[in-house]
């Protein structure tokens, strides 16, 4: 193939190659879901000798990269530990960032089992401080909420509310993937440590969004939006109950993908609403 080909050709020469090259080479095997552990052990090994010359937008190619083909390799780890280190020795690193490089490494480090909370207050103070300039368009909203789910903090709170008032003023109703990131928002603001601070009028109109885009859902999609909704303190809320309804065909359709847990817990609602 000829990802192989290329991995083939640059492993003798992987000393050779700068901050960005490392960074793109991993960042398009990456994208095309394209694994190679040599290559990527490599380019880890050497990423790791000249860190110090990594800009933002690199480190988070570079961390996005190994998140997503989730390589769990002793150098690729090492990759998490220099990144974080860097950004927590230099605040320049968040200074030049943009809002989607913040929430790149932010998610990056969630998705690859790496969640550091000093680097994620960081990454919040900067978000923070930059309010509506931030610049985030839906699924790099949804991002940082996920990265942020699990976190409680007077920043992650920060966050939200600025969440809260951008989110949906970038809904592009043309983005064929745009389910995917109200499905990260609804599952980071349900199942995280935030529920209690979500305004209603919020949630009704991300419900609403969910149930008219559910003709994108994938199965991640409908897991994530139905987890969500089973929480207790909805139980009562007509939403909940067209939600479910709407959302029906679409979890007997990918049920049987689903872990037995999620599944069971799913059921149980199914079951409470009467729509079994």
Not at 42 to 67: G, M, P, W
Not at 84 to 113: P, Q, T, V, W
């Amino acid at each position: 193939m000829l990802f192989d080909e290329v991995a083939k050709v640059a492993i003798p020469i992987i000393d050779t190659f700068n901050s960005q090259s490392l960074a793109n080479t991993v960042n398009a095997f990456a994208k095309m879901g394209h694994q190679h552990p040599v290559l990527f052990d490599e380019v880890a090994r050497a990423a790791i000798s000249i860190i110090d010359t990594f800009n933002s937008q690199n480190l988070a190619n570079l961390v996005s990269a190994i998140a997503r083909i989730r390589q769990d390799s002793e150098s690729c780890r090492a990759v998490y530990s220099a990144v974080a280190d860097s950004i927590k020795a230099d605040r320049h690193y968040l200074n030049e960032a943009s809002g989607i490089d913040l929430s790149a490494i932010a998610y990056a480090f969630l998705k690859g089992g790496h969640v550091d909370d000093d680097l994620l207050e960081l990454i919040g103070i900067e978000a923070s401080r930059r309010g509506a300039e931030l610049s985030l368009d839906t699924q790099g909203w949804g991002h940082l909420a996920k990265a942020f789910k699990s976190y409680k903090s007077p920043v992650a709170d920060k966050v939200f509310d600025l969440l809260f008032r951008s989110f949906l003023e970038q809904v592009d109703r043309s983005d064929e993937r745009l389910l995917e990131s109200i499905a990260d928002v609804y599952n980071a603001l349900l199942v995280g440590e935030h529920f209690n601070d979500v305004p209603s009028d919020f949630l009704t109109k991300l419900t609403e969004l969910a149930m008219e885009y559910s003709s994108q859902a994938r199965m991640e999609d409908v897991r994530d939006i139905l987890i969500g909704a089973t929480r207790v303190e909805m139980r009562g809320d007509p939403l909940q109950r067209d939600l479910y309804t709407t959302y029906r065909p679409l979890f007997d359709r990918y049920r049987k993908d689903m872990s037995p847990r999620v599944r069971d817990s799913i059921n149980e609602t199914f079951e409470y609403l009467g729509l079994r």
